[in-house]
């Protein structure tokens, strides 16, 4: 065996042998006699190795150039163009090419193009040498040369349709059915060249998982035709991905329509008596308790909101805070809700709590599951935290002087100068003393919060109640009862109109 061929044998390429000694002739006659067979063979060696990527999805914008192996699995539509100063039209073609890694597209221009339009089929295996750039749909290659592998190995599976599970980074075209888990609102924001951008972002579920997904600009405003619930198709889309995470994208190109098919969306959740501070999970439960929406100033002079739930399941219960837009979702007592993404965190006396923050999403699903804990119990008898408090039967009033417990809460709004999470209200089982030992007050005021306890507020003060009376937002009533640690236990309420 030769000095060529002793290269060749260690070197882990898909050119030919042929080919490959060839181009050592050449390299040495272009040295001039400066390198024999074996110096130039390393030297080729040595150019293939660094130029050769391991896959599609190790393409990136800035490399000088590379080379790989991949699989066309789609030939967009020859476009002509208009050169500044040149008399002839350009002619470009986009390939959307993909191996085990991933996917990418190449572009070719002018007669490669019309080569390409010509003999390139669908399923047929490429050798692509050319320049990564960052493209419209993400990163691409314009391709220096490019020529048929028919002896080669590609292993990637045509696909018309995806579901989650199957994403990958670099996928485009990519056509996913789904169940709309949320929505929100269209965003603008300012461009690097002064143009202003709009986006909008929904959730999708499918048997296999859940992606966000994110459309832009005219495409936005699709976010906002779509509920909860909804069976969607998203047409055209491509995978980028945010902080780790892949992401499903709509341009101009896609778009999200609506399907008659039902889709199933199985949530993996957690167990809320697992739950440990810090984790980021996805939980699941009936809803108990519901308290009013608060507003909060931000340090940067900006309004937040947050709205404070509390969810059981068969192996206990935690509250969560809605922040943002989900303050507004349209929760109930009894409804049983997903909340994916929910960060774990320190709530008040030391109990956890789950923040639902811009990453989650709250779900409200149309049926709850058979194994699902009972809540609607627990939702009849709870209108705020104070059904924590083992405070007697619901028909009883749970008689102060019984030896009893009952529920108390701190009134106060949570904590949110960071806009981003926070920790209010939250039960706390504290036992009743004598009413002999305790002042009695009587106290008019509106209802602020309603639930358990009630705040009323008379407009310079506020009081803590906790009654059995159910009483709505707006309301003005006259309460009277013992007063301990704050809080007017009412033993009467009045409504004053």
């Not at 192996?69 to 993909?98: P, S, Y």
């Amino acid at each position: 065996m030769g000095a060529i061929e002793d290269v060749y044998e260690d070197l882990d390429t898909d050119v030919d042998f042929e080919e490959f000694e060839a181009a050592v002739e050449d390299k040495v006659e272009q040295m001039g006699g400066l390198a024999d067979e074996e110096t130039a063979a390393m030297l080729l060696a040595h150019e293939l190795r660094d130029d050769e990527v391991e896959g599609v999805a190790d393409v990136a914008p800035g490399m000088d150039e590379v080379k790989f192996l991949a699989k066309v699995t789609k030939i967009g539509e020859l476009r002509t163009f208009e050169r500044d100063g040149e008399d002839d039209d350009g002619r470009v073609v986009n390939v959307d090419v993909a191996d085990e890694s991933g996917r990418i597209r190449i572009t070719m221009w002018d007669e490669m193009a019309e080569d390409a339009i010509e003999r390139l089929e669908v399923g047929q295996n490429l050798r692509v040498a050319g320049r990564p750039k960052e493209g419209y749909n993400g990163v691409e290659v314009d391709v220096d040369k490019v020529e048929p592998a028919p002896d080669a190995e590609v292993d990637v599976e045509m696909r018309e349709s995806y579901r989650v599970e199957d994403l990958a980074l670099g996928l485009s075209d990519v056509n996913l059915q789904g169940r709309v888990l949320s929505t929100d609102s269209v965003r603008t924001f300012d461009r690097d060249d002064g143009s202003e951008g709009r986006v909008a972002n929904l959730t999708l579920g499918d048997p296999t998982g859940r992606i966000r997904v994110t459309l832009w600009d005219e495409k936005a405003d699709l976010a906002t035709e779509f509920s909860a619930g909804d069976s969607v198709e998203v047409v055209d889309g491509y995978v980028r991905e945010r902080d780790g995470t892949l992401e499903l994208h709509v341009g101009n190109r896609g778009a999200v329509e609506p399907i008659d098919e039902e889709i199933e969306y199985v949530p993996d959740t957690r167990d809320i008596d697992s739950l440990e501070l810090g984790e980021t999970v996805d939980i699941a439960g009936g809803v108990i308790e519901t308290d009013p929406k608060r507003t909060f100033d931000r340090d940067d002079g900006s309004e937040g909101q947050v709205r404070n739930v509390r969810i059981k399941d068969e192996t206990g219960d935690i509250r969560v805070a809605l922040w943002g837009e989900k303050a507004d979702d349209d929760i109930d007592l009894a409804d049983y809700v997903v909340v994916t993404d929910a960060e774990i965190q320190d709530g008040w006396q030391d109990d956890l709590e789950a923040s639902a923050g811009w990453q989650s999403t709250v779900s409200v699903m149309d049926e709850t599951p058979e194994d699902a804990a009972d809540t609607e119990t627990d939702a009849a008898q709870s209108t705020g935290l104070g059904a924590f408090g083992d405070g007697g039967d619901a028909g009883d009033g749970g008689d102060a002087g019984n030896g009893g417990t009952t529920a108390t809460a701190d009134p106060e709004p949570p904590s949110a100068s960071d806009g981003a999470s926070g920790s209010g209200a939250a039960a706390a089982v504290t036992e009743r003393p004598d009413d002999e030992s305790v002042e009695s007050e009587t106290f008019t005021g509106t209802v602020v919060q309603a639930g358990s306890p009630v705040v009323l507020d008379d407009g310079s003060e506020t009081r803590s109640v906790e009654t059995d009376e159910s009483l709505r937002l707006g309301e003005k009533v006259t309460v009277s009862g013992p007063r301990r640690d704050g809080t007017i236990h009412a033993d009467e309420v009045e409504r004053t109109k």
